[in-house]
């Protein structure tokens, strides 16, 4: 008889490979994550740029980074998981990846990075509110989550943005996360 099984593969391995990829930045001094695992402006001629623009949600700043995205992911990315599957969870992932890189290098100050997988963390909230999504019905709770969470990214950015608070979060980053899942969310109840 079975105790443990695996029943997450995309969320363990995900899990997993941005351990090691911390553990790498820590031996190599943050260069690792400056090469690879961080998102900033540079140029298009550089073709590590292009992985960059997925990397960038494997690399994380510390342990507290790191274990304060993945609680979640493991918390809700199992449920996410079996809902929808693998191959589409990863699609998702990868997706808001892309979008979330993609607009943070061309939109952010020069100077300025990120990296972390709290845009997925954000995508995995919203998209996981759609579960409950039955027969034309809208659950009480996603429109809560969905006012709780961007709500309060909102006001974050533009507290960044008047220079009232810098807290070093990328809140555009949550917010497109966010979108994403709700994207996701929509389009995995219409087909």
Same mark, same amino acid.
């Given at each position: *008889?079975?105790? %443990?099984?695996?029943?997450?593969?995309?969320?363990?391995?995900?899990? &997993? %490979?941005?351990? !090691? &990829? $911390?553990?790498?930045?820590?031996?190599?001094? +943050?260069?690792?994550?400056?090469?690879?695992?961080?998102?900033?402006?540079?140029?298009?001629?550089?073709? /590590?740029?292009?992985?960059?623009?997925?990397? =960038?949600?494997?690399?994380?700043?510390? !342990?507290?980074?790191?274990?304060?995205?993945? #609680? $979640? %992911? #493991? /918390?809700?990315?199992?449920?996410?998981?079996?809902?929808?599957?693998?191959?589409? /969870?990863?699609? *998702?992932? #990868?997706?808001?990846?892309?979008?979330? +890189?993609? #607009?943070?290098?061309?939109?952010?100050?020069?100077?300025?990075?990120?990296?972390?997988?709290?845009?997925? &963390?954000? !995508? !995995?909230? $919203?998209?996981?509110? @759609?579960?409950?999504?039955?027969? +034309?019905?809208?659950?009480?709770?996603?429109?809560? &989550?969905?006012? *709780?969470?961007?709500?309060?990214? @909102? %006001?974050?950015?533009?507290?960044?943005? $008047?220079?009232?608070?810098?807290?070093?979060?990328?809140?555009?980053? =949550?917010?497109?996360?966010?979108?994403?899942?709700?994207? @996701?969310?929509?389009? *995995?109840? /219409?087909?």
């Amino acid at each position: *008889m079975e105790f %443990i099984y695996l029943n997450a593969p995309v969320i363990l391995v995900y899990s &997993v %490979i941005s351990l !090691m &990829v $911390l553990i790498i930045n820590k031996v190599t001094r +943050g260069n690792s994550d400056v090469l690879l695992f961080s998102i900033y402006k540079s140029s298009p001629f550089n073709p /590590l740029t292009y992985v960059r623009l997925i990397g =960038h949600i494997l690399g994380h700043a510390n !342990m507290q980074h790191y274990l304060s995205n993945f #609680l $979640l %992911i #493991l /918390l809700i990315g199992p449920i996410l998981e079996d809902k929808y599957g693998s191959i589409y /969870l990863t699609i *998702m992932i #990868l997706i808001t990846a892309f979008v979330s +890189g993609l #607009l943070y290098a061309i939109f952010s100050k020069r100077g300025t990075s990120v990296k972390g997988a709290s845009g997925v &963390v954000f !995508m !995995m909230i $919203l998209l996981s509110s @759609f579960v409950n999504v039955s027969e +034309g019905r809208i659950p009480i709770t996603l429109i809560i &989550v969905a006012i *709780m969470y961007i709500g309060k990214e @909102f %006001i974050g950015e533009a507290a960044k943005a $008047l220079n009232i608070k810098n807290d070093n979060v990328a809140h555009a980053m =949550h917010i497109l996360g966010g979108l994403c899942g709700a994207a @996701f969310g929509v389009y *995995m109840y /219409l087909i």
